[in-house]
């Protein structure tokens, strides 16, 4: 059973970067086929697709997102980690890692179809 748990600070101030981590156990983030996602939710909002890393090293982001948002992978941690930068109040957010075994990359219509999703981490941005 693949086990992910996001890490990383509950309070980011204004223009700062975010920084998070996704720690996978019961499962390598190098299994063929598997898309590392990020992932987040708004107050009040549905889900937001950040971005991937697959298994393979390649990565995707949300093009709303893209010109803010960094992912990475370190394979001797089995960690995938997001930064967003410049951060505002609109960026906080519970914010998922999840994955999937996938023929393909992950499309609009299946960003959300997770078969492994983490607890979530609470973000807020404030000054």
């Known amino acids: 059973q693949v086990q992910l748990q996001e890490s990383g600070p509950g309070l980011v101030k204004p223009s700062q970067t975010l920084s998070l981590t996704c720690t996978v156990s019961?499962?390598?983030?190098?299994?063929?086929?598997?898309?590392w996602n990020w992932i987040r939710q708004a107050p009040g909002k549905g889900l937001e697709w950040i971005g991937y890393?697959?298994?393979?090293?390649?990565?995707d982001y949300n093009p709303s997102l893209k010109s803010r948002t960094s992912i990475s992978r370190d394979t001797s941690k089995n960690q995938f980690t997001l930064q967003l930068s410049s951060v505002t109040p609109e960026d906080t957010a519970v914010y998922y890692c999840?994955?999937?075994?996938?023929?393909?990359?992950?499309?609009?219509?299946?960003?959300?179809?997770?078969?492994?999703w983490g607890q979530g981490t609470q973000v807020t941005v404030s000054s």
């Open positions: 890393v697959d298994f393979s090293g390649n990565i």
């Open positions: 999840a994955t999937r075994r996938r023929d393909g990359p992950p499309t609009p219509g299946t960003y959300y179809e997770n078969d492994y």
């Open positions: 019961g499962g390598s983030i190098t299994t063929n086929n598997h898309y």
